[in-house]
């Protein structure tokens, strides 16, 4: 198996890919010809020739005997932080299970971590349990869900989330809270939260004064703890349960 940056050559092959990938994951829950549909919306010759094309794409294919078999789509998104979002990870139902799946989200992991980014996200079905699970295993956190729809019908999707930083490390965010404050969020001091985790703040460079929290969900600091050590942020109800006290002795 070989990885390498598409090229236009591949357009056909990689939208045959995504047909077998989409049938094989999401056939059991979505019309064939809704899945066919989609791939002449989300995979056009035009739009997969021009995401390869652009320099700005993460666009790797996995080859297996001189065939494309896999491909992942995904480019860099500046919010309050930068963001590796990966739009498409697709390898074809007959090389699943092989190792191409983990080495082509390697291969685009270390292409974001080259162009800076602080986390990476991919978006996945609840409908493909191989797809939730896949990101599960890579060390993905789930960090959100919502409803789509796609044609008439709705479904839940997930959001995972990996933080990175440079260099593979954890490293400090700078954000400014709603009322004006910068914070200083220290991402390797994290507690587990519901939907993501909470990140400590802190209101100084140093580290000295604490703040609070970060929430990792919805990256706001609007975030309430009682008097049992409950945390909770009050824009998106993620919340981490009271500290217990008799987990060692």
Not at 80 to 108: C, F, K, M, N, Y
Not at 173 to 180: K, L, R, S, V
Not at 193 to 199: E, L, Q, R, T
Not at 226 to 231: F, Y
């Amino acid at each position: 198996m070989d990885l390498r940056a598409a090229t236009v050559d591949d357009v056909g092959s990689i939208r045959e890919v995504a047909l077998a990938s989409l049938s094989a994951s999401y056939g059991h829950a979505v019309d064939e010809a809704l899945l066919s549909e989609a791939v002449e919306n989300w995979y056009g010759v035009d739009d997969v020739g021009e995401a390869v094309a652009d320099p700005d794409t993460v666009f790797p294919v996995a080859v297996v005997d001189a065939a494309v078999v896999a491909f992942a789509e995904s480019y860099v998104v500046d919010r309050r932080e930068r963001v590796g979002e990966i739009d498409w990870l697709h390898v074809h139902p007959d090389h699943r299970e092989s190792g191409i799946g983990s080495a082509l989200l390697e291969r685009v992991e270390d292409e974001l971590r080259d162009r800076d980014v602080d986390s990476i996200e991919g978006k996945v079905l609840v409908d493909n349990e191989a797809g939730t699970a896949f990101y599960e295993r890579e060390g993905y956190d789930l960090s959100g869900e919502r409803v789509v729809d796609i044609g008439d019908e709705e479904f839940r999707e997930r959001l995972y989330r990996k933080r990175i930083g440079r260099e593979g490390g954890l490293r400090e965010g700078i954000y400014e809270t709603a009322d004006g404050e910068t914070v200083y969020v220290a991402f390797d001091e994290s507690e587990r939260g519901s939907k993501a985790p909470f990140y400590v703040a802190y209101a100084d460079a140093d580290h000295e004064t604490r703040y609070g929290y970060f929430c990792g969900n919805c990256e706001g600091t609007n975030v309430a703890i009682d008097t049992m050590d409950a945390v909770e942020c009050l824009d998106c109800e993620n919340r981490r349960k009271a500290a217990r006290w008799d987990a060692a002795y």
